[in-house]
């Protein structure tokens, strides 16, 4: 990977200078705003909740302002409270980041109403993008390959059911607005069409305040490539190339890479002026992508636009050797683009990797918990670190990070090397041999304390190592540049529910969260896999099922409430043998 950067004088070019920038998020989107805007000499003003009161945003930034209670609703989803810490502290433009109001056309137009600049496209290509049904439209008559569905206005049931069997399973059934994977789910048959389609609405209508639906053909082993294009004020647009962004879990992006893997010069000059003439098509301007599904041939059809800043813009950043939130503020300033299409080069190979607090082991359910032990490589032109998080106690209201990570899972995927650990416990000191199959290790290790931390120094086959050592919820876990590893002390009986099942979750809660559903009542006979209740957490459902048969006696929690990880959420009782029978022969 490289990176070249070109120092570009910050000029008004006949357009008004942004002198300070309010960043309507937090995080790592934050941070990264923030970095570029003392780069630039633009002060930076943040926002912050009762959750982030001691976040890394809030320390860097010039100015910070508190804005609510740790519900995103009530505070970083609040236009007026946005608007009125904007007017406070004199900031020339507003900076949304991405997710909360960044996609969001009543806020871009009441910036412009209030005389703020909006760090975006207008809100018209909002609203055109917004909306996938209409996006659509706007893209066919662009000639911007499309993959035939249903975007009517008709959303009963039993029309979209009809629709799907029309197009044939399987398919995806789509949010019309929003993006991230929410409101998002594949039916495989008109059996699970409406399970999914209802859970495809609650999902929208959370995330949105709006379920209405789209139904499409679903394209099976399909690879994700989206552009990155940008505009301007001037009627200029261009694309940095394309990102492979294959690799998912539920719809949400985990591996990101520029350019995109076996992609010929052709196929990409052609993804590259298709995706300009969308950005055309809406007049845009400021930074977005253009989303693709691509089939085995490199036949490629529009998907989306995101009409923001992506969380995987730096891989591109760093094969183009631009910076795109300095493009942004110069953009949102009423300067013409920085570099014309024919400058723009190609350079290198790039690609990110996300880190989530969630359990690949347990169908990646989120969760939240203290960040003890945090240590990143140093960053160079061929290493980039973008994060808004320290070594300190997480939220559930927030980042996705906490005592369970994805780290592990993301090295395997990478292949970046073949892993084997092996995690073998020991005395305070002690000396040992152990064999493990046909292999014999000859082990010394000792526990140390340096600044308030443990480090467990040991020697395997006189391969010394020094991880870090923390132990967490029964836990072991240890540290070191190479990689993590962790084992489990026996786990209490009453946790016997969530260490037992792979399922999303029992009769207790696998992770904190809000209980969106309750499904059951006292009374009702279930059985082994049936729903039981329907949690968010990370904004993200989770449908919790039954882990045995049995009658529900007791239900715990209400719709709307606050469920932590493990507590119990029904009492269930399995009913005897022969119950059933003896009970229907009478």
């Not at 029309?166 to 995806?172: D, K, L, S």
């Not at 052609?270 to 599904?293: D, P, W």
């Not at 050592?469 to 836990?475: A, K, R």
């Not at 039981?532 to 099922?545: F, G, N, S, W």
Request: glycine share 10%; net charge neutral; proline share 5%.
């Amino acid at each position: 990977m490289f990176m070249f950067l070109r120092k570009l004088s910050w000029t008004k070019r006949g357009a008004g200078r942004i002198e300070k920038v309010l960043i309507a998020n937090r995080g790592e989107i934050a941070c990264r705003v923030m970095r570029t805007a003392k780069k630039m000499g633009v002060r930076s003003v943040a926002v912050y909740s009762d959750a982030d009161r001691h976040s890394m945003h809030v320390a860097m930034a010039d100015e910070a302002y508190h804005i609510g209670p740790a519900p995103s609703q009530q505070s970083y989803l609040s236009m007026e409270k946005v608007l009125e810490v904007a007017k406070r502290s004199g900031s020339h433009a507003v900076h949304p980041g991405y997710g909360f109001l960044s996609e969001n056309t009543e806020f871009a137009e009441a910036c412009k109403q209030e005389g703020i600049i909006f760090v975006g496209p207008p809100s018209s290509a909002i609203r055109d993008m917004g909306i996938k049904s209409t996006s659509k439209h706007i893209m066919s008559a662009a000639g911007v390959p499309i993959i035939g569905g249903y975007h009517g206005e008709d959303q009963s049931n039993e029309k979209l059911q009809a629709e799907a069997a029309r197009i044939g399973y399987p398919v995806m059934i789509k949010a019309v607005r929003g993006g991230g994977g929410k409101g998002m789910r594949i039916a495989r048959s008109d059996a699970d069409f409406l399970e999914q389609l209802e859970s495809a609405r609650r999902e929208a209508r959370k995330s949105f305040n709006d379920d209405v639906m789209l139904v499409e053909k679903f394209v099976e082993d399909p690879r994700h490539v989206e552009v990155q294009v940008f505009g301007d004020m001037h009627g200029n647009a261009v694309y940095l190339f394309e990102r492979d962004c294959s690799v998912q879990r539920r719809h949400q992006k985990i591996i990101e890479e520029a350019p995109g893997p076996g992609i010929s010069p052709e196929v990409r000059r052609k993804l590259g002026e298709a995706a300009v003439r969308a950005a055309k098509a809406v007049n845009y301007v400021g930074a977005g992508t253009v989303e693709f599904i691509m089939d085995a041939q490199h036949n490629f059809y529009f998907m989306e636009m995101n009409t923001r800043l992506q969380v995987e813009h730096p891989v591109s950043e760093m094969i183009t050797g631009t910076d795109l939130v300095e493009w942004q503020l110069r953009v949102a300033a009423g300067e013409r683009l920085p570099l014309l299409q024919d400058d723009i080069i190609l350079r290198g190979h790039s690609f990110e990797a996300r880190i989530y607090a969630e359990d690949p082991n347990n169908d990646f359910l989120p969760g939240a918990g203290p960040l003890l032990h945090l240590s990143t490589p140093a960053s160079d032109s061929h290493t980039r670190i973008e994060t808004g998080v320290r070594e300190d106690p997480a939220s559930p209201f927030g980042s996705s990070l906490g005592y369970r990570n994805n780290i592990q899972f993301n090295r395997n995927l990478t292949l970046i090397r073949e892993l084997q650990p092996r995690l073998l416990v020991l005395k305070k000191a002690s000396c040992e041999l152990f064999q493990i199959g046909d292999e014999v290790y000859h082990v010394t290790g000792e526990v140390e304390t340096e600044g308030g931390a443990a480090f467990l120094h040991c020697s395997i086959n006189g391969v010394k190592s020094r991880p870090k050592l923390v132990i967490l919820d029964n836990t072991v876990h240890l540290f070191s540049t190479e990689g993590s590893s962790q084992v489990s002390a026996p786990v209490p009986k009453y946790l016997g529910a969530v260490s037992g099942a792979r399922a999303q979750g029992g009769a207790v809660a696998p992770m904190t969260g809000t209980i969106e559903k309750v499904l059951v009542k006292p009374g009702d006979k279930v059985t082994v896999g049936d729903p039981l209740m329907v949690m968010i957490a990370m904004k993200m459902e989770h449908t919790i099922r039954a882990p045995k048969s049995g009658v529900i006696k007791k239900v715990f929690f209400s719709e709307g409430s606050q469920a932590n990880r493990h507590a119990a959420l029904v009492e269930l009782e399995e009913e005897a043998e022969g119950a059933e029978e003896a009970g229907s022969s009478q």
